[in-house]
């Protein structure tokens, strides 16, 4: 699917991803519709900080901008994912800082949202940077079976101070991102080989395609999940 405005266009042109090509700004399972799922449930409004970790371009952080009057900050490690973020509707409305989850330079507990979308859930810096009442929100990937790996996760969440406020399973929307990704690999092969190359495209659509088993075998499972901190 063709990025629509100029600055993702170009972002795609310069990374052989097929993410960017066939996800879009919305780089995570359920796209748009999730990330707004989780922003009527994030409690954000004017005055209260969001931090959109490894956000890629930001769209969660300029979208709650944009709906609730609060104040964002979007991270990633790429500097070419932030400059792209910047330039798109919104962009100047947010923060854009250069960061790895694991090690985010910001204050203790001055965050009142933290996102994670589809990204490294650095359990450590995240506890530290949530203030009191703040919420967290995930869409990532979650055991998917019935001998108890989910309660698991969602304990070692509890254990470290926060409460579970709302759970939405994904499992079937990422069986059905992933299956339409390569879908529209193998489909349009011409195009992607020649834009990525023979090597690279062969690894991702080998990437896609273990997704696609992994999903619809039950081996892997995908969730949102909103936490507040007591």
Known sequence: MPAAHPALQRLADDYAAWWIDLLGEHNHVGGAETTRWLLERSELGPGRLMLDAGGFVGAAARLAVAQTGCRAIATDLN???????????????????????????????????????????????????????????????????????????????????????????????????????????VRRRPYFEARYGTRTYLAQLDLVAYLVQAYERGEQGHALFVFRRL
């Open 79 to 185: 500097p070419d994912f932030l400059r792209a973020g910047r330039q798109l509707p919104g962009g100047s409305a947010v923060q854009w800082v250069a960061a790895d989850n694991r090690r985010l330079p910001f204050r203790d507990a001055s965050m009142h949202s933290i996102w994670a979308l589809d990204t490294e859930l650095a359990y450590h810096e995240f506890n530290r940077l949530a203030a009191p009442g703040a919420t967290l929100c995930l869409c990532c990937e979650a055991p998917n079976d019935a001998r108890g790996g989910l309660d698991a996760f969602i304990d070692d969440w509890q254990q470290a101070g926060w409460q579970l406020a709302a759970h939405r399973p994904l499992s079937a929307e990422a069986a059905h991102t992933w299956r339409t990704a390569e879908a529209e690999l």
